[in-house]
């Protein structure tokens, strides 16, 4: 009888055990494959062999790339074809930048015989078909990035320690205010912003600060402040709560750095990774790369950047910059007119939850912004019909941490508030049941 109940023991909680690991199987199957799993890239060749520079895409499909001697090409399809534009320049195109189809910006620097002497800017209304050049009339300032918010306002930053606004297009353009002046001098590689009010823009010089410069008021005025002993040469805004850095030198290594209050405050730190990170790009939240200048390969996270490894480049190809468009989308450009696509590891996806889309009893849609979490976020959800729905939060082994919610709710959208104090930085499930349909969406907590 002894030896019976110690069998029955084991037993349940072999079961228990089996359960656990089971619900975790099956809540990480229900996301995407492809989110967690690492990519490979391809390399293309395109119609030059000039070194290319710059990229942007507005959407999976359509972008342009601009490389030396003035090189602008464009895809429709991805990047299976290019097709050649006429620029009328014959310098390198250093930035491009595009509001819609047919609306954009670029950025090349006029020279003499001795070398750059200043900034000229192009612009097209026709998608590139005509590109418009224009000299800055200020000699020796240089500029590295051009965005514009609408038609009508955009910003440019360069060296030295430049940032010019124009409220008409580009017709006119004039130098912003700063708050201070002790990084007066200091080049600044890039700008972006949150929304209409708040931006942020990045660069610094070697062994002496890297710096990140802030509005809060439309780009009129800017502060200025030191994160790290080395330039911050890109970042990319992944949501207002995760902003991601990079930068370095050969001396300390890459670089990188991570704001989760729209740039106000950073967390930098050296990876011990002999290389300059000089573009960075995230895939998703959670699944990131970053380019090594000079080195021919990458640095890949898939945990929001905490731990990286290296990905060496196909072909020994050199990367000048990396984007994704999407999720499923994204290109490096390289040296001799070679480009790199992305190609995720599966190329199909799994649905994230189980119920009949045609079901009309079916919750429409799950929420969760802002996504990485640092201390609260919001949940929304919308209901087709009324009935009791149940929230719960899971960890990635599956264990249910937390109920969120187990109420009746008509239909419509409604919202949950998530107190993230109690839970550790990582990645999470929330899932969402209304009678038998369910929906899981990830959390990650970033700390």
């Known amino acids: 009888m002894y030896l019976i109940g110690i069998h029955s023991s084991v037993s349940n909680r072999f079961l228990d055990l089996s359960k656990k690991i089971l619900r975790a199987i099956l809540l990480i199957s229900l996301i995407t494959y492809s989110a967690y799993s690492q990519g490979s890239w391809i390399p293309y060749k395109t119609p030059t062999d000039k070194n290319l520079k710059s990229i942007f895409f507005i959407d999976s499909l359509k972008g342009w790339i601009g490389g030396d001697s003035g090189l602008i090409m464009f895809t429709s399809n991805g990047g299976l074809n290019w097709q050649l534009q006429q620029t009328n320049v014959t310098t390198s195109i250093h930035d491009l930048y595009f509001l819609d189809s047919l609306r954009g910006w670029g950025l090349t620097w006029h020279q003499n015989i001795y070398g750059p002497i200043?900034?000229?800017?192009?612009?097209?209304?026709?998608?590139?078909?005509?590109?418009?050049?224009?000299?800055?009339?200020?000699?020796?300032?240089?500029?590295?990035?051009?965005?514009?918010?609408?038609?009508?306002?955009?910003?440019?930053?360069?060296?030295?320690?430049?940032?010019?606004?124009?409220?008409?297009?580009?017709?006119?353009?004039?130098?912003?205010?700063?708050?201070?002046?002790?990084?007066s001098e200091f080049p600044i590689f890039k700008i972006r912003f949150f929304n209409q009010n708040i931006g942020i823009g990045c660069g610094g010089v070697i062994d002496i600060f890297g710096v990140i410069w802030r509005t809060t008021d439309g780009g009129e005025f800017w502060d200025s402040f030191p994160v790290g002993p080395e330039p911050i040469n890109d970042f990319q805004i992944i949501s207002d709560d995760f902003v991601f850095a990079v930068g370095g030198d050969y001396e300390y290594g890459t670089a990188v750095s991570h704001s989760t209050d729209m740039g106000l405050s950073w967390n930098y730190r050296t990876l011990d990774i002999f290389g300059i990170a000089n573009s960075v790009a995230f895939r998703n939240p959670v699944e990131g790369w970053l380019n090594l200048k000079g080195e021919r390969k990458f640095l890949v996270t898939i945990d929001s950047g905490r731990t990286w490894n290296e990905y060496l480049i196909p072909d020994s190809l050199q990367p000048n910059k990396i984007i994704f468009t999407d999720s499923l989308h994204g290109?490096?450009?390289?040296?001799?007119?070679?480009?790199?696509?992305?190609?995720?590891?599966?190329?199909?996806?799994?649905?994230?939850?189980?119920?009949?889309?045609?079901?009309?009893?079916?919750?429409?849609?799950?929420?969760?912004?802002?996504?990485?979490?640092?201390?609260?976020?919001?949940?929304?959800?919308?209901?087709?019909?009324?009935?009791?729905?149940?929230?719960?939060?899971?960890?990635?082994l599956g264990e249910k941490l937390k109920t969120l919610t187990d109420n009746f709710f008509e239909a419509g959208r409604h919202n949950l508030k998530l107190n993230a104090d109690e839970l550790q930085s990582g990645v999470y499930f929330i899932k969402l049941t209304q009678e038998k349909n369910f929906i899981v969406r990830k959390l990650i907590i970033l700390k």
């Open 331 to 396: 290109y490096a450009i390289c040296d001799s007119g070679y480009i790199l696509k992305y190609k995720p590891k599966f190329e199909t996806s799994v649905k994230e939850n189980n119920f009949d889309r045609s079901s009309s009893k079916q919750p429409l849609e799950l929420k969760i912004f802002p996504n990485p979490v640092n201390s609260s976020s919001n949940i929304q959800f919308d209901l087709n019909s009324p009935g009791y729905v149940n929230v719960e939060i899971f960890s990635i």
């Open 118 to 183: 200043g900034t000229t800017f192009l612009k097209t209304t026709n998608g590139g078909l005509n590109w418009f050049a224009e000299q800055y009339p200020k000699d020796f300032t240089f500029f590295y990035s051009i965005i514009f918010n609408d038609t009508l306002k955009g910003w440019v930053c360069g060296h030295p320690g430049s940032i010019l606004r124009t409220n008409n297009g580009g017709l006119d353009w004039n130098e912003v205010k700063f708050t201070n002046v002790q990084f």
